[in-house]
């Protein structure tokens, strides 16, 4: 007998054997702009798209691109560039919010956009072409059907990915199976950063790393709030160009440093707050 899932975790239903195996080929995004933004029909909720960006002009033409039509407000945050990547962003898109991060980290930046948005759901995404954002009203689904935290899963049926290495892939496998230990939940992945979340339980998320290691305190607090959680398939694509700013070691350290922190009953510091509206 299967072991429910815990009330606030919802995930797409397995793969039945009538269900047609799709190759990861045929889930490539087609390489077509979508259309402006804020030419769409959703009138319930805005969506604030929130895209820390370091030295990725070359990526941010591909990204921008790729915005569907239910997105309200982007916001690029940018982390001291040397390259072209605020100019071509905005030349790309006339109605981006450029904002400069206050610090160093990616937890700084996500912290600096999170603070910036105004619209009532946020999205956060990479500017290096790894995440489609044709994949955001998925997200936006389950945030309009009562779910308050959205996150990709490359790892339940329908995700995948084109660049995880073995390293990068055990790592996530032994975090992952930390988290679902230490929270009692049955999350799927951990370590990927495609997510959205109701912009009214910022305060709840109360997010306070500088690094890397921000996406698993966003997924540590919403836990620990009680957060009405859903993952979404999503597919990871390689970064179109440059290097990644990630350190696979010692961001899996600070990984879980921070789920060790963080757990119930452990020495973090965060806020422990119900997800009620």
Request: charged share 25%; hydrophobic share 35%; glycine share 10%.
């Amino acid at each position: 007998m299967s072991t429910p899932l815990p009330p606030n975790v919802l995930r797409y239903p397995a793969r039945t054997e009538d269900q047609p195996t799709r190759r990861v080929s045929d889930r490539l995004p087609a390489e077509r702009p979508q259309r402006r933004i804020g030419d769409g029909t959703r009138t319930r909720h805005s969506v604030s798209m929130v895209v820390p960006a370091r030295n990725e002009a070359r990526n941010i033409p591909w990204v921008f691109g790729q915005i569907p039509n239910c997105v309200d407000e982007v916001i690029l945050v940018d982390g001291y560039s040397t390259d072209a990547t605020v100019a071509i962003a905005e030349e790309c898109l006339p109605a981006v919010r450029t904002v400069r991060q206050t610090g160093p980290g990616k937890g700084n930046a996500l912290r600096t956009g999170f603070a910036a948005a105004t619209g009532d759901y946020v999205v956060m995404l990479d500017a290096d072409g790894s995440m489609w954002p044709g994949e955001i009203p998925h997200y936006l689904h389950f945030l309009d059907h009562g779910y308050d935290f959205v996150k990709g899963s490359r790892c339940m049926a329908g995700g995948g990915s084109l660049d995880l290495t073995r390293i990068r892939s055990a790592g996530n496998q032994a975090l992952l199976a930390v988290v679902n230990r230490l929270y009692r939940t049955k999350l799927t992945d951990l370590c990927y950063g495609f997510c959205a979340f109701r912009r009214s339980f910022l305060d709840q998320l109360d997010l306070r790393s500088a690094g890397f290691e921000i996406e698993a305190e966003m997924i540590a607090h919403a836990l620990r709030s009680g957060l009405r959680i859903a993952e979404v398939p999503s597919l990871e694509l390689p970064r179109r160009s440059g290097r990644s700013h990630l350190h696979a070691v010692s961001d899996g350290r600070r990984v879980l440093r921070t789920l060790l922190a963080e757990r119930p009953g452990g020495s973090g510091t965060a806020r422990h707050a119900t997800g009620e509206r």
